[in-house]
């Protein structure tokens, strides 16, 4: 067949521009194919479930199917206003407020400092693998090289979800902040559609206007996007400073100290988990690491300064917001406008707007950019239509990418609610990083026909008891009440955390050490990032878990009757080739001796 007769050009040139077909492999040929392709998912599941990705293949193989290649223009200076622009938007703005009103009063600052330190565990875990595969597919590719094309694939899905509804999330946020700066009630420049659901009924025209500018600019220019984002990062910082300076002078310490967490714990956690949303967004500049020109030295300055930076901005913007109201007249939706407004100082609700509006704006961009990488190695892969991973020969961009999500995003935009959004999107990420953490440490302790049987027996002893006691204790903390159960649960499931990982750390030798970056402290911090990010999965409501459900379960739908197929032929096709390769060579080295 073509596909496979024609090598890797067959196989990755055809599709959505050129054959008419979104997916041109042997599998979808006709519709005996395709039945012939079904009764064979068992086989090919095991077969894709247990393949592993290698680093080489994802940098050069797996990145030549794009045809022109992305433009190596970024350094760290580009990286650390990426990933500021990327993550100081909506959730400072809009969730601080509702989090400390409902559900951690002034200990929000807490809760913020508890996302941030999981946040910055998961910025190591990145980082390490951005250096060592610095390709555009970001978690995608690296869980596809340590766990599988299978695992890689379900984390895909949570990936592009949280994408999708992170920008429509900023987008509706957008809105709300345009319509203060004009003195406006959001709700007057949305359109209420009765008939609809009340969550979807607000239809917000702005929002989609607003994704598509940014997808516009987006698909122009990487560098130009850089530039663009840097110097509205650059503005947004200038609003916190004033933000900052201008509350204190309106400052009440017993707004902060009279009841500084009156919903105890619990609260502190819960709105951790929540707050997680406003740290989404750094995994974005894992996924420029093709276009870095020295990803060695610029990944992890930009990865971790930035991640440093926006935690220290979050915990005193929640200070500074605390100390101006107490929590409980704390509004829920425009907090910082609201607080200056009942401090007598009116006029600075439109700074504080104007500053909202050029942070979501700026994450818009970078979530467009890194979205669309995303999506480009996913298609690579053939896991999705394989016309969604070109590159645009001049601009150097994947536009077909960017548009698709682009329009993902706007859909989503128009019809959803903030709320509906939020705990959705924190479970997608929360499960990605952990998925991350476990990579990092397969990564480190295992290496295909090195690694002993026993060895790889007990590292996957150690995983299994490191994930069971992060969600035993997860779990305690979901069905138990403040003051009851007491801490013999923790005790026991803290205990056998500790136990696994330190049987890690010394009755398991290392298979692999990182060649320029590496994490500190292996096996501890990715086993901290595990604990962390599963206990705080455990602070979330039932009814997001329910839509994590759904959107899970849709995703194996596609998977058993797409995806797996796709992605099977495709590697079946590039492995013929290879073989056809090395015959093709064998066959010339006589010749070549004579």
């Given at each position: 067949m073509a596909a496979s007769a024609g090598g890797g050009d067959g196989v990755r040139r055809r599709g959505c521009g050129g054959g008419g077909s979104l997916f041109p492999e042997e599998s979808f040929r006709s519709w005996s194919a395709y039945g012939r392709a079904l009764l064979e998912t068992g086989p090919r599941l095991r077969d894709r479930a247990t393949a592993r990705s290698l680093d080489s293949a994802e940098v050069n193989e797996v990145r030549g199917r794009s045809g022109a290649d992305m433009k190596r223009t970024l350094t760290w200076w580009d990286l650390i206003w990426f990933g500021i622009g990327a993550v100081i938007g909506a959730g400072i703005f809009v969730l601080t407020g509702q989090e400390a009103k409902e559900a951690a009063g002034p200990a929000v600052v807490v809760s913020y400092a508890v996302?941030?330190?999981?946040?910055m565990l998961s910025v190591f875990c990145y980082t390490e693998f951005a250096v060592e595969i610095p390709v555009a597919g970001g978690s995608f590719a690296y869980l596809r090289v340590e766990l599988g094309d299978f695992m890689a694939f379900i984390a895909a899905g949570n990936i592009l979800l949280e994408y999708c509804i992170g920008g429509a999330a900023v987008?509706?946020?957008?809105?709300?902040?345009?319509?203060?700066?004009?003195?406006h009630h959001p709700n007057d420049f949305r359109v209420h559609a009765p008939s609809l659901s009340e969550d979807y009924s607000r239809l917000d025209p702005i929002a989609v206007a607003v994704v598509v500018l940014i997808c516009i600019f987006a698909v122009l220019s990487t560098k130009g996007s850089s530039r663009f984002n840097y110097v509205l990062s650059i503005v947004h910082l200038a609003v916190i400073v004033f933000i900052v300076v201008a509350g204190l002078t309106r400052a009440k310490a017993a707004n902060l100290t009279a009841d500084f967490a009156p919903f105890g714990a619990r609260g502190i956690f819960a709105a951790s988990a929540v707050l997680f949303f406003a740290y989404i967004g750094f995994d974005a500049v894992s996924t420029m690491a093709e276009e870095t020109r020295n990803p060695a030295r610029d990944i992890p300055i930009g990865l971790v300064g930035a991640m440093t930076l926006t935690t220290a901005v979050y915990c005193v913007l929640a200070v500074v917001l605390c100390l101006m109201q107490p929590y409980s007249e704390i509004d829920p939706d425009a907090p910082f406008s609201v607080a200056f407004t009942a401090a007598g100082?009116?006029?600075?609700?439109?700074?504080?707007?104007?500053?909202?509006?050029?942070?979501?704006?700026t994450v818009l961009l970078v979530s467009a950019v890194g979205q669309a990488r995303y999506?480009?190695?996913?298609?690579?892969?053939?896991m999705v239509p394989p016309c969604l991973a070109q590159v645009h020969p001049r601009l150097g961009t994947p536009v077909n990418?960017?548009?698709?999500?682009?329009?993902?995003?706007?859909?989503?935009?128009?019809?959803?609610?903030l709320g509906i959004l939020s705990n959705l999107l924190s479970i997608s990420t929360l499960f990605i990083f952990m998925l991350v953490a476990?990579?990092?440490?397969?990564?480190?302790?295992?290496?295909?026909?090195e690694t002993s049987a026993a060895d790889r027996n007990k590292l996957a002893a150690c995983l299994a008891v490191i994930m069971a006691s992060s969600v035993a204790t997860a779990a305690c903390w979901g069905v138990t009440s403040a003051g009851r159960g007491g801490w013999a649960p923790y005790a026991v499931t803290g205990a056998a955390w500790l136990a696994a990982t330190l049987f890690l750390q010394c009755g398991v030798p290392k298979a692999r050490a990182p060649k320029t970056w590496g994490v500190p402290l292996v096996p501890w911090l990715p086993a901290a990032s595990i604990f962390i990010n599963i206990f705080l999965l455990g602070s979330i409501d039932a009814a997001s878990f329910v839509r994590f459900g759904v959107w899970t379960a849709a995703l194996l739908a596609y998977y058993f009757l797409f995806g797996l197929h796709a992605s099977y032929d495709t590697a079946k096709a590039l492995a013929a080739e290879a073989d056809a390769a090395r015959v093709e060579e064998g066959a010339r080295k006589p010749g070549a001796g004579n």
């Amino acid at each position: 067949m073509a596909a496979s007769a024609g090598g890797g050009d067959g196989v990755r040139r055809r599709g959505c521009g050129g054959g008419g077909s979104l997916f041109p492999e042997e599998s979808f040929r006709s519709w005996s194919a395709y039945g012939r392709a079904l009764l064979e998912t068992g086989p090919r599941l095991r077969d894709r479930a247990t393949a592993r990705s290698l680093d080489s293949a994802e940098v050069n193989e797996v990145r030549g199917r794009s045809g022109a290649d992305m433009k190596r223009t970024l350094t760290w200076w580009d990286l650390i206003w990426f990933g500021i622009g990327a993550v100081i938007g909506a959730g400072i703005f809009v969730l601080t407020g509702q989090e400390a009103k409902e559900a951690a009063g002034p200990a929000v600052v807490v809760s913020y400092a508890v996302s941030g330190v999981s946040a910055m565990l998961s910025v190591f875990c990145y980082t390490e693998f951005a250096v060592e595969i610095p390709v555009a597919g970001g978690s995608f590719a690296y869980l596809r090289v340590e766990l599988g094309d299978f695992m890689a694939f379900i984390a895909a899905g949570n990936i592009l979800l949280e994408y999708c509804i992170g920008g429509a999330a900023v987008a509706r946020s957008w809105t709300s902040y345009f319509a203060t700066l004009l003195d406006h009630h959001p709700n007057d420049f949305r359109v209420h559609a009765p008939s609809l659901s009340e969550d979807y009924s607000r239809l917000d025209p702005i929002a989609v206007a607003v994704v598509v500018l940014i997808c516009i600019f987006a698909v122009l220019s990487t560098k130009g996007s850089s530039r663009f984002n840097y110097v509205l990062s650059i503005v947004h910082l200038a609003v916190i400073v004033f933000i900052v300076v201008a509350g204190l002078t309106r400052a009440k310490a017993a707004n902060l100290t009279a009841d500084f967490a009156p919903f105890g714990a619990r609260g502190i956690f819960a709105a951790s988990a929540v707050l997680f949303f406003a740290y989404i967004g750094f995994d974005a500049v894992s996924t420029m690491a093709e276009e870095t020109r020295n990803p060695a030295r610029d990944i992890p300055i930009g990865l971790v300064g930035a991640m440093t930076l926006t935690t220290a901005v979050y915990c005193v913007l929640a200070v500074v917001l605390c100390l101006m109201q107490p929590y409980s007249e704390i509004d829920p939706d425009a907090p910082f406008s609201v607080a200056f407004t009942a401090a007598g100082m009116d006029w600075a609700k439109y700074i504080v707007a104007f500053g909202a509006l050029k942070g979501m704006t700026t994450v818009l961009l970078v979530s467009a950019v890194g979205q669309a990488r995303y999506l480009t190695h996913i298609a690579r892969t053939h896991m999705v239509p394989p016309c969604l991973a070109q590159v645009h020969p001049r601009l150097g961009t994947p536009v077909n990418a960017t548009v698709v999500m682009a329009l993902a995003t706007a859909v989503i935009a128009l019809f959803t609610d903030l709320g509906i959004l939020s705990n959705l999107l924190s479970i997608s990420t929360l499960f990605i990083f952990m998925l991350v953490a476990v990579a990092l440490l397969v990564r480190r302790y295992y290496v295909a026909g090195e690694t002993s049987a026993a060895d790889r027996n007990k590292l996957a002893a150690c995983l299994a008891v490191i994930m069971a006691s992060s969600v035993a204790t997860a779990a305690c903390w979901g069905v138990t009440s403040a003051g009851r159960g007491g801490w013999a649960p923790y005790a026991v499931t803290g205990a056998a955390w500790l136990a696994a990982t330190l049987f890690l750390q010394c009755g398991v030798p290392k298979a692999r050490a990182p060649k320029t970056w590496g994490v500190p402290l292996v096996p501890w911090l990715p086993a901290a990032s595990i604990f962390i990010n599963i206990f705080l999965l455990g602070s979330i409501d039932a009814a997001s878990f329910v839509r994590f459900g759904v959107w899970t379960a849709a995703l194996l739908a596609y998977y058993f009757l797409f995806g797996l197929h796709a992605s099977y032929d495709t590697a079946k096709a590039l492995a013929a080739e290879a073989d056809a390769a090395r015959v093709e060579e064998g066959a010339r080295k006589p010749g070549a001796g004579n």
